[in-house]
């Protein structure tokens, strides 16, 4: 996987930009969202430490089981369909958002797994087949692209400031 805080700072730096330049309407996607949209970004991988659990705490011979089923289209898709319910049906107005904001977040992640990466396995479990792109295993260069995220963070602050004038707040 790309670093943890990668997966979380893209995802809210796209969730961000989604609702300032394409929405447009700062508060159609609350911060709270965003915070959200972080967590769901990175919780396909929390079968690493369900992985450490199982082994070190439970004693349970688990073999190794990194990116399956959390790296298919399985989540996203199902969250999709949940948006599509809450939105059909729920009476609580926002409820689509929220399942609209963890499919967004899922996908953000395969997406970053998929080019960044290694192959991920995205109609897992009906195939093994894994797809990708692994841009940084070509590259070879970590360095790089850890300078690379920094620089999208520093950008992104920056515009941050310039939009909403952040320094008010600290
Ligand atoms: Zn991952």
Known sequence: MPQAVVHVILTIIALDLIRDYAIKKRKFIPLHYLFLGGIFGLLPDADIPVYWLAKNILGYEAVWFHRTIT?????????????????????????????????????????????????????????????????????????????????????????LDRRHRLRDYL
């Open 71 to 159: 790296h298919s289209l399985l989540f996203p898709f199902a969250a999709i369909l949940l948006a599509a319910l809450a939105f059909s049906f729920a009476r609580k107005k926002r409820l689509w958002l929220f399942f609209a904001v963890m499919a967004f977040g899922f996908s953000m992640h395969l997406l970053l797994d998929g080019i960044l990466t290694g192959y991920i396995p995205l109609f897992y479990p009906f195939s093994e087949a894994r797809f990708g792109i692994n841009l940084l295993g070509r590259i070879g260069w970590p360095a790089i692209v850890e300078g690379l995220e920094a620089v999208i963070l520093l950008i992104w602050l920056y515009d």
